[in-house]
């Protein structure tokens, strides 16, 4: 990275001023279709991101999932990692990871250190100030760089082409299930968001991609052949072959590019996730080179994959699932999943969105799932008001199963009582879902205060 300016402004000096300083700056909701404030940034850096291997994701739903698989099985290899993500659940510092682990609060105040006064030179020379988005992914880039890692793990923020990510040029590009999601902002039509979205397969890219819509499959191929890419086709060049629920998860087979992988558990619940799993071997193959990969290192590396808010089991008595579904494909997939693997009776329902989503398209895929549910909101500004999502509810579940709780602990308390009451004895459950920022501070929420502890220490002793 090259020397800071002598000229450097002051900065904040604790996690809470650098959060501060960060969400002060254009919002990641809000889109400027232009990548010439972050190649400024990169470029002041040293360009960071071209030192190491890129592994590059996009779709619609999937990409947090099969980012942390990518990141175990390129660790399982005895290769150190960087992986990019965003949204967070919990803590912004989770947008940052090394080696699996979300960098500790003071590796990330460094990292903003690092690049605050080159953010300042090119805030001074452009006609907006680079946003929040824009500055964390310099600081990951930048931090990924000084690690040093082996390779890097980046989700894109929103769409593709003109995502702040993608002054990258990624090694493996990876592309997850594309539905409707920001329609305000990428289109209406699947098709109409896989070009945006196809922004990220660049020439001599290996392209990894999950099964489509014909026509977004269409405009994905077209895009590859356009720059020469290569690309490789879930149900084609490889696949699940097999999959049985199981206890805390799935038994799979799996048939990557180079090789079928049999009896591999994964502690993931749903057949989506199986096809996350997959779409993670195949890319971490296609990284890895022409040889199969270790049998042993996959199973291994499969066995210990976690993915925090995603039909995560957080609680018992009653059982408390969290999933971050927030769009009508990821709560179709979250509903599969919870009916493949699990056996609540009642299933209660607790459920609070953001304003800008197809919320009701979301309260329709769990329907015939939720014996009840129960309306509420996040702590945001662009939460819907628990009651204006109750009424569209009521026309969706009909008036006697829907209720509202606008503080979440309220709506968590009340949904598990009426899966208490409501059921035999341990067979009631409730899911929390509707947005990943209502399931982050539901998690702060309902996580043991000694597991959380016990987390943050192992990452300030990893970073």
Known sequence: ????????PDVPTTYAEVEHALLARWPETKLDPTLERVEAFAHLLGDPQHAYPVVHL??????????????TLIRAMGLRTGRFTSPHVESMTERISIDG??????AFVEAYHDVAAFAALVDDQSEHPLSFFETVVGMAYAAFADAPVDAAIVEVGMGGSWDATNVVHAKVAVVTPISVDHAKYLGERPEDIAIEKA???????VAVVAEQQPAVMEVLLERAAEVGATVRVEGVDFGVVHRLPAVGGQMVRLRGLRAEYDEVFLPLYGAHQAQNAVLALAAVEAFAGDEPLDAEIVHEAFGHVTSPGRLEVIRRSPTIVLDAAHNPHGARAAAAALEDSFTFNPLVGVVGVMADKDYEGVLSEFESLFSEIVCTQNSTPRALPAEELAEVARGIFGVDRVHVAPRLDD???????LAETEGVYGSGGVLVTGSVITVGEARTMLRPRDVAARASRAAEELS
């Open 1 to 8: 990275m090259s020397d800071t300016p002598s000229s450097a």
């Open 58 to 71: 996009t779709g619609t739903n999937g990409k947090t999932s099969t980012s942390r698989m990518i990141d």
């Open 101 to 106: 682990e979300p960098v500790s609060e003071e």
């Open 199 to 205: 922004g990220i397969i660049k020439p001599g890219t």
């Open 411 to 417: 709506a968590i308390e009340q949904a598990a009582t």
